[in-house]
C-alpha cells in the first residue's frame, strides 16, 4: 500500500504532466466508448427496424438492397414502379373484382384468384406509392391497412399508437381522398399537428409542389422505426396528385367504376390502368411460404421480392459493421497514442529523479521496489483516465440521450454499457503496463553510486 | 479526512501496516541473518579491499586498496582526504551500493561480498543510516514522510510517534507537513539525519553533512548527528575537509594512510 502512495504522491508532484497524459489517455478511452456505445444503438436501431412485422419486401426487378433501403428506412430512390395488377395478384377473385367494381378497369381481372393467393394465407399485401416529399422528409401512399395490419416492436405485437388524431382512412366526408398521417419526428420537426395542411413536392426535397393539399388527420406516437420520419398519405390522394396516374395507351379494356365514393369536390380514384405501386409489403400466414413466394416473386419477369432482415443483415456486413470496426480500430489507435504519451511522460521524467530512485535505494529499496513505485504510477495513470474517460463518455451519452432516442428509438442510459466495454479496463492496464516497462526499467538500472554523487 | 498534504503518509496504524520485510518475497540467500554483535563489538571490520574502476582509455584504475580499517559499536570516527581520493567510494562500499574486487566487508557482523544485490539492500536497510553532503530528500513527500519512508525502506514497521520525535528532536516538530522546497538548507540537512536515524541503524555513514550548511547551522547538524549516534549507541563514520569539524571527533582516520595505494605513489 505504502508504494502505492509513493506512486500516488509522485503523480501528484509532477501534476501538470501528469494530468494531461491522464486526459490524453481518458480522451482515448471515452472515445473508444462512445464509439462502443455508437456501434450498439446503430446495431440495435438496425435490429428494430428489422422488426417490420412482414417477410417480404415485393418491387421492381433491381436492386434487393435498393428496394429494402426505399420501402423500409424511406431511404434512397425507388427502382421503379409495378403495375397495380401486381399488388392484385395477392388477392383472391373475390377482392379482385371489388377492386375493379370500386377504380374500375377490365372486369376479367375479378375473374381469377391473384397467382400469389396462396402463399399468402392469413397474411397481407400492403401496397407503397414512394416519389414525393414533405421538406426532408418522405411521403409514403398507403392504404388504412398500414396502421391497421402492420405491427412493430421486439415482440411485433405492438400496433400503431396515435399521439394525436385517427388513422388515414379510404375515404372521408371531411377531406375526401387527401388524408396524412405524420410520423412523430415529422410533426415534431416540421411542427404540425392534427388539422393542418401540407403540400407535398415531387421528386425531390426541392420538387415543384403538388396543387391538392393533405390535411393532417392524426401523428403516430414514436415508434424507433423509420415510420417516425415518414408522412404517410392516403394512397388514392397519392394518384391523384398532377402527374402521379400512369398514361393510358388505349389499348387497355377499362369498365368505369360503380363503388367509387361521392367526393364533394368531384375527385375519382384512378382506374387501375392508370394505378402504379413502388413497393408491396407481404407477410404469409405461415412462415415458411415466405421462402416458397420469395422464390416464386423472384422467378416472376417483372417483379423481385427481397426479405428486410437479411438485406438489412447484408448492409450491416457489408458496410456499416466494417465502417464502425475500421471507427473503433482508428479509436484503439488513439488509446495506444495515448498510451505511448504515458511512457513519454513517465521515461521524460526519469531523468529529474534518477537521484530520487537512488536516494531510495541508498534508503534500503530494492531494485524491484523503484521499478515498482514506477509501474504503479503507469496504472495510476491509466486507472484514473480509463475511469475518467469512461464516465466521460457515458454522460456525454446520457447527455443526448434524448436527441438518441427520437432519432433511433434506442434509449441510453447513463450506465447502459456495451458487452465490450468491460475489455476497456484491462486492455488499458495492459497497455500501462507496456508504458511502464521501459522506464521502470530504466529505473532498475539507476546506478545508485553515480546518481547519488550527481 | 485530511487532504493529502496535510496526511503523513503513513501516519498510525502501527500494527497493521506492513514492514518493508513482510512485503518482500523471501530471502533465498543463505548468509542473510539478522544483523547481530553478538560475538563481537566490532559494527564494521574491513580486510583487504581493493577496489578499481574501468578507465574511459581502457584499463583499470585503483581507488582503494585497504588492510584493515575497524569501528567498534558507538565509537565515532571522522575521516579525511584529499578530494577524488576515494572518500564517497568507501562509503558506498560500507553501505553495499558498490561491491569491491576483493577483499572483506563486514557490516554489523554480516558479511557483504558474500551477499547478493538484494541481500545487500536488505542488510543497508537493516543496519546502515546515511547522511548526505546534498541532504537528498524526496523532494514530492513532507518531512515526517520522509523519515517515514526511511523506516519503511529500512524493514521495520512504521514507528509514526518515533518519526515525530526524530522530528522534534531536530527542532522541526512544527514542520512535519513541509516539503523539502518549504525548508531552509539547515533544516533539510536536519530532516534528512532524523531520516537516516529513523531505522535504527548500527552504524551512520556521513558524507561531508556540513559542507552545505552555514556555520551556525553546522554547528547544530554536528551536536545532532554525535549526540544522536552517542545516545543510541550507533557507531559513526563522518567524512569531512574541515579541520574544525574533526576536533570533535576522538578518532581521526586519513584515507591517505589507510590506503596502500598512496604508499606506492
Given at each position: 500500500m505504502w508504494l502505492l502512495r509513493i506512486a500516488w504522491r509522485n503523480f501528484c508532484y509532477r501534476s501538470l504532466s501528469s494530468v494531461l497524459t491522464t486526459i490524453s489517455l481518458a480522451l482515448g478511452v471515452a472515445l473508444v466508448v462512445m464509439v462502443l456505445a455508437v456501434f450498439g444503438i446503430v446495431t440495435e436501431a438496425f435490429s428494430r427496424n428489422a422488426q417490420v412485422g412482414y417477410n417480404l419486401v415485393v418491387g421492381p426487378k433491381g436492386s434487393a438492397l435498393q428496394l429494402t433501403l426505399n420501402s423500409v428506412y424511406y431511404l434512397s430512390q425507388p427502382i421503379e414502379n409495378l403495375p397495380y395488377t401486381e399488388y392484385m395478384e395477392y388477392?383472391?377473385?373475390d377482392t379482385r373484382a371489388a377492386m375493379v367494381r370500386k377504380y374500375g378497369g377490365d372486369p376479367a381481372l375479378g375473374e381469377r384468384d391473384g397467382v400469389y393467393v396462396p402463399m399468402i394465407g392469413g397474411g397481407y399485401a400492403i401496397p407503397l406509392a414512394l416519389g414525393d416529399y414533405l421538406g426532408d422528409f418522405r411521403v409514403v401512399g398507403t392504404t388504412p391497412d398500414f396502421f391497421e395490419k402492420l405491427r412493430h416492436g421486439p415482440t411485433l405485437e405492438e400496433p400503431f399508437v396515435m399521439r394525436e388524431g385517427r388513422a388515414l382512412v379510404s375515404h372521408s366526408e371531411e377531406y375526401g381522398y387527401f388524408e396524412a398521417v405524420l410520423g412523430s419526428r415529422v410533426a415534431g420537426q416540421l411542427n404540425l399537428s392534427v388539422g393542418d395542411q401540407f403540400s407535398s413536392t415531387h421528386g425531390d426535397p426541392e420538387g415543384k409542389g403538388h396543387g391538392k393539399k393533405f390535411t393532417v388527420v392524426g401523428v403516430l406516437a414514436p415508434t424507433g422505426t423509420p415510420n417516425d420520419r415518414a408522412t404517410f398519405v392516403n394512397m388514392e390522394g397519392f394518384y391523384l396528385q398532377e402527374n402521379h396516374a400512369k398514361p393510358l395507351t388505349g389499348e387497355e379494356t377499362i369498365v368505369p367504376p360503380s363503388e367509387a365514393p361521392e367526393d364533394p369536390d368531384g375527385f375519382m380514384p384512378l382506374t387501375i390502368p392508370e394505378r402504379e405501386v413502388t413497393s408491396i409489403l407481404v407477410r404469409t400466414g405461415m412462415p415458411m411460404m415466405g421462402v416458397v413466394l420469395e422464390n416464386q416473386v423472384n422467378e416472376s419477369l417483372r417483379s423481385q421480392a427481397a426479405a428486410p432482415v437479411g438485406e438489412i443483415a447484408k448492409l450491416m456486413n457489408a458496410?456499416?459493421?466494417?465502417?464502425?470496426?475500421?471507427?473503433l480500430v482508428i479509436t484503439l489507435i488513439t488509446c495506444v497514442v495515448a498510451a505511448v504519451g504515458v511512457l513519454v511522460a513517465i521515461y521524460n521524467s526519469m531523468n529529474d529523479r534518477r537521484r530520487d530512485i537512488a536516494v531510495m535505494r541508498a534508503l534500503g529499496a530494492r531494485r524491484g521496489t523503484v521499478t515498482g513505485v514506477i509501474l504503479l504510477e503507469s496504472f495510476l495513470v491509466a486507472v484514473i483516465g480509463a475511469t475518467t474517460g469512461w464516465f466521460l463518455a457515458h454522460a456525454s451519452i446520457w447527455a443526448f440521450s434524448g436527441l438518441i432516442e427520437d432519432r433511433t428509438g434506442v434509449q441510453v442510459g447513463i450506465l447502459t454499457t456495451s458487452a465490450y466495454e468491460w475489455y476497456i479496463f484491462p486492455l488499458v492496464l495492459i497497455l500501462a503496463a507496456l508504458a511502464g516497462i521501459l522506464p521502470a526499467a530504466s529505473a532498475y538500472r539507476t546506478d545508485v553510486g553515480t546518481n547519488l554523487a550527481a | 479526512m485530511a487532504s493529502w498534504k496535510l496526511t503523513p503518509l503513513l501516519h498510525g496504524k502501527l500494527e497493521a501496516y506492513p514492514t518493508a520485510a513482510s512485503l518482500d518475497p523471501p530471502d533465498t540467500d543463505p548468509t542473510v541473518t539478522e544483523p547481530t554483535t553478538s560475538n563481537t563489538s566490532d559494527v564494521l571490520k574491513i580486510s583487504d579491499v581493493i577496489k578499481t574502476f574501468d578507465q574511459p582509455g581502457g584499463?583499470?584504475?585503483?581507488?582503494?586498496?585497504?588492510p584493515d580499517l575497524t569501528i567498534r559499536a558507538g565509537e565515532q570516527m571522522a575521516l579525511i582526504g584529499q578530494s577524488g581520493g576515494g572518500k564517497t567510494t568507501l562509503l558506498h562500499l560500507i553501505a553495499g551500493l558498490l561491491t569491491p574486487d576483493s577483499g572483506s566487508i563486514r557490516v554489523a557482523g554480516i558479511e557483504l561480498t558474500k551477499l547478493s544485490e538484494q541481500g545487500r539492500d536488505r542488510c543497508r536497510a537493516a543496519t546502515v543510516g546515511y547522511v548526505f553532503q546534498t541532504f537528498n530528500l524526496l523532494p514530492a513527500f513532507s518531512a515526517i514522510e520522509n523519515i517515514q519512508l526511511g523506516m519503511a525502506f529500512g524493514n521495520r514497521a512504521i514507528d509514526t510517534h518515533r518519526a515525530y520525535d526524530l522530528l522534534g528532536k531536530v527542532g522541526l516538530a512544527d514542520r512535519a507537513t513541509y516539503r523539502p522546497n518549504q525548508l531552509s538548507v539547515g533544516q533539510q540537512q536536519r530532516?534528512?539525519?532524523?531520516?537516516?536515524?529513523?531505522?535504527?541503524?548500527?552504524?551512520?555513514?556521513?558524507?561531508?553533512?556540513?559542507?552545505?550548511?552555514?556555520?551556525?547551522?553546522?554547528?547544530?547538524?554536528?551536536?545532532?548527528?554525535?549526540?544522536?549516534?552517542?545516545?543510541?549507541?550507533?557507531?559513526?563514520?563522518?567524512?569531512?575537509?574541515?579541520?574544525?569539524?574533526?576536533?570533535?571527533?576522538?578518532?581521526?582516520?586519513?584515507?591517505d594512510k589507510l590506503n596502500r595505494i598512496f604508499e606506492t605513489i
Amino acid at each position: 500500500m505504502w508504494l502505492l502512495r509513493i506512486a500516488w504522491r509522485n503523480f501528484c508532484y509532477r501534476s501538470l504532466s501528469s494530468v494531461l497524459t491522464t486526459i490524453s489517455l481518458a480522451l482515448g478511452v471515452a472515445l473508444v466508448v462512445m464509439v462502443l456505445a455508437v456501434f450498439g444503438i446503430v446495431t440495435e436501431a438496425f435490429s428494430r427496424n428489422a422488426q417490420v412485422g412482414y417477410n417480404l419486401v415485393v418491387g421492381p426487378k433491381g436492386s434487393a438492397l435498393q428496394l429494402t433501403l426505399n420501402s423500409v428506412y424511406y431511404l434512397s430512390q425507388p427502382i421503379e414502379n409495378l403495375p397495380y395488377t401486381e399488388y392484385m395478384e395477392y388477392f383472391d377473385a373475390d377482392t379482385r373484382a371489388a377492386m375493379v367494381r370500386k377504380y374500375g378497369g377490365d372486369p376479367a381481372l375479378g375473374e381469377r384468384d391473384g397467382v400469389y393467393v396462396p402463399m399468402i394465407g392469413g397474411g397481407y399485401a400492403i401496397p407503397l406509392a414512394l416519389g414525393d416529399y414533405l421538406g426532408d422528409f418522405r411521403v409514403v401512399g398507403t392504404t388504412p391497412d398500414f396502421f391497421e395490419k402492420l405491427r412493430h416492436g421486439p415482440t411485433l405485437e405492438e400496433p400503431f399508437v396515435m399521439r394525436e388524431g385517427r388513422a388515414l382512412v379510404s375515404h372521408s366526408e371531411e377531406y375526401g381522398y387527401f388524408e396524412a398521417v405524420l410520423g412523430s419526428r415529422v410533426a415534431g420537426q416540421l411542427n404540425l399537428s392534427v388539422g393542418d395542411q401540407f403540400s407535398s413536392t415531387h421528386g425531390d426535397p426541392e420538387g415543384k409542389g403538388h396543387g391538392k393539399k393533405f390535411t393532417v388527420v392524426g401523428v403516430l406516437a414514436p415508434t424507433g422505426t423509420p415510420n417516425d420520419r415518414a408522412t404517410f398519405v392516403n394512397m388514392e390522394g397519392f394518384y391523384l396528385q398532377e402527374n402521379h396516374a400512369k398514361p393510358l395507351t388505349g389499348e387497355e379494356t377499362i369498365v368505369p367504376p360503380s363503388e367509387a365514393p361521392e367526393d364533394p369536390d368531384g375527385f375519382m380514384p384512378l382506374t387501375i390502368p392508370e394505378r402504379e405501386v413502388t413497393s408491396i409489403l407481404v407477410r404469409t400466414g405461415m412462415p415458411m411460404m415466405g421462402v416458397v413466394l420469395e422464390n416464386q416473386v423472384n422467378e416472376s419477369l417483372r417483379s423481385q421480392a427481397a426479405a428486410p432482415v437479411g438485406e438489412i443483415a447484408k448492409l450491416m456486413n457489408a458496410i456499416i459493421g466494417p465502417l464502425l470496426t475500421a471507427l473503433l480500430v482508428i479509436t484503439l489507435i488513439t488509446c495506444v497514442v495515448a498510451a505511448v504519451g504515458v511512457l513519454v511522460a513517465i521515461y521524460n521524467s526519469m531523468n529529474d529523479r534518477r537521484r530520487d530512485i537512488a536516494v531510495m535505494r541508498a534508503l534500503g529499496a530494492r531494485r524491484g521496489t523503484v521499478t515498482g513505485v514506477i509501474l504503479l504510477e503507469s496504472f495510476l495513470v491509466a486507472v484514473i483516465g480509463a475511469t475518467t474517460g469512461w464516465f466521460l463518455a457515458h454522460a456525454s451519452i446520457w447527455a443526448f440521450s434524448g436527441l438518441i432516442e427520437d432519432r433511433t428509438g434506442v434509449q441510453v442510459g447513463i450506465l447502459t454499457t456495451s458487452a465490450y466495454e468491460w475489455y476497456i479496463f484491462p486492455l488499458v492496464l495492459i497497455l500501462a503496463a507496456l508504458a511502464g516497462i521501459l522506464p521502470a526499467a530504466s529505473a532498475y538500472r539507476t546506478d545508485v553510486g553515480t546518481n547519488l554523487a550527481a | 479526512m485530511a487532504s493529502w498534504k496535510l496526511t503523513p503518509l503513513l501516519h498510525g496504524k502501527l500494527e497493521a501496516y506492513p514492514t518493508a520485510a513482510s512485503l518482500d518475497p523471501p530471502d533465498t540467500d543463505p548468509t542473510v541473518t539478522e544483523p547481530t554483535t553478538s560475538n563481537t563489538s566490532d559494527v564494521l571490520k574491513i580486510s583487504d579491499v581493493i577496489k578499481t574502476f574501468d578507465q574511459p582509455g581502457g584499463g583499470k584504475l585503483t581507488v582503494l586498496d585497504i588492510p584493515d580499517l575497524t569501528i567498534r559499536a558507538g565509537e565515532q570516527m571522522a575521516l579525511i582526504g584529499q578530494s577524488g581520493g576515494g572518500k564517497t567510494t568507501l562509503l558506498h562500499l560500507i553501505a553495499g551500493l558498490l561491491t569491491p574486487d576483493s577483499g572483506s566487508i563486514r557490516v554489523a557482523g554480516i558479511e557483504l561480498t558474500k551477499l547478493s544485490e538484494q541481500g545487500r539492500d536488505r542488510c543497508r536497510a537493516a543496519t546502515v543510516g546515511y547522511v548526505f553532503q546534498t541532504f537528498n530528500l524526496l523532494p514530492a513527500f513532507s518531512a515526517i514522510e520522509n523519515i517515514q519512508l526511511g523506516m519503511a525502506f529500512g524493514n521495520r514497521a512504521i514507528d509514526t510517534h518515533r518519526a515525530y520525535d526524530l522530528l522534534g528532536k531536530v527542532g522541526l516538530a512544527d514542520r512535519a507537513t513541509y516539503r523539502p522546497n518549504q525548508l531552509s538548507v539547515g533544516q533539510q540537512q536536519r530532516v534528512a539525519i532524523a531520516r537516516a536515524l529513523a531505522g535504527k541503524p548500527k552504524l551512520l555513514l556521513a558524507d561531508e553533512p556540513t559542507a552545505n550548511v552555514d556555520p551556525a547551522s553546522s554547528d547544530t547538524v554536528l551536536d545532532l548527528i554525535i549526540g544522536s549516534c552517542r545516545d543510541e549507541n550507533i557507531a559513526l563514520m563522518m567524512v569531512t575537509h574541515s579541520m574544525e569539524v574533526t576536533k570533535r571527533f576522538e578518532r581521526v582516520e586519513h584515507l591517505d594512510k589507510l590506503n596502500r595505494i598512496f604508499e606506492t605513489i
